[in-house]
């Protein structure tokens, strides 16, 4: 089974809109983190935000805001007031604690964002 | 701070030949890692570092030698190349620890190597 899935492969999104990245996990370790990344089309990989299992709030960080459901092991992210420079791949991650701290990460979703 | 470093950019090898990627942070992270990128199929991880004189195996190992004898530096072999080794490689260093009551983890990456094996 896949550690990371993102069932969306292609987004568009209004600039100045919000937008939600779906992102499902799949693990059995009680400890892992969740990650968010950004890679624009330049190709570096840009670190967004990251979520613990046992943190009760949901991470922000700016206009980037993880919604995490621990029970529906869903980690999605939300981009609000959408830029241009926010058009990129963005990927999901997990890191798993106790099974040796490898990371997984997912295929990507690519946002575009439209004027 | 030059954060992570990689070297080279861009690298072509014949099939067979044996090469080092070279991967360095200043920021003193004890978790180091190496990851291939494929279209298509997302960042896969080949080797992991928790410390200087630890390595373990991550999801895609075959084919990749590490070492980290200094918590600076965690360069990647591959021993004999082959056309499957064709990718993007991205080196990352990683930090963890407690601020303001919060804990937080953040990766850092390295602006990645371009290798062609013909």
């Known amino acids: 089974a896949q550690k990371i899935t993102q069932t969306q492969p292609g987004m568009f999104v209004q600039e100045k809109e919000a937008v939600t990245l779906d992102c499902t996990y799949d693990t059995s370790d009680p400890s892992y983190g969740l990650f968010w990344y950004k890679q624009p089309s330049s190709g570096e990989m840009i670190f967004l935000i990251y979520q613990g299992s046992y943190d009760q709030q949901n991470a922000t960080e700016g206009r980037y805001s993880l919604n995490f459901q621990k029970a529906r092991k869903s980690a999605n992210l939300v981009i609000s007031a959408s830029q241009l420079g926010d058009s990129a791949m963005y990927f999901c991650a997990m890191r798993e604690v106790e099974a040796g701290n490898q990371f997984y990460f997912g295929t990507g979703t690519s946002l575009t964002v439209i004027p | ?118």
């Open chain 2, 1 to 118: 701070n030059a954060g992570v470093t990689q070297t080279p950019k861009f690298q072509v090898l014949k099939t067979g030949q044996s090469m080092t990627l070279q991967c360095a942070q200043d920021m003193n992270h004890e978790y180091m890692s190496w990851y291939r990128q494929d279209p298509g199929m997302g960042l896969r991880l080949i080797h992991y570092s928790v410390g200087a004189g630890i390595t373990d195996q991550g999801e895609v190992p075959n084919g990749y030698n590490v070492s980290r004898s200094t918590t600076e530096d965690f360069p990647l072999r591959l021993l004999s190349a082959a056309p499957s080794q064709t990718s993007v490689y991205f080196c990352a260093s990683s930090y963890s620890g407690t601020s303001g009551g919060l804990y937080q983890e953040t990766q850092y990456f390295g602006p990645g190597t371009r290798l062609l094996v013909l």
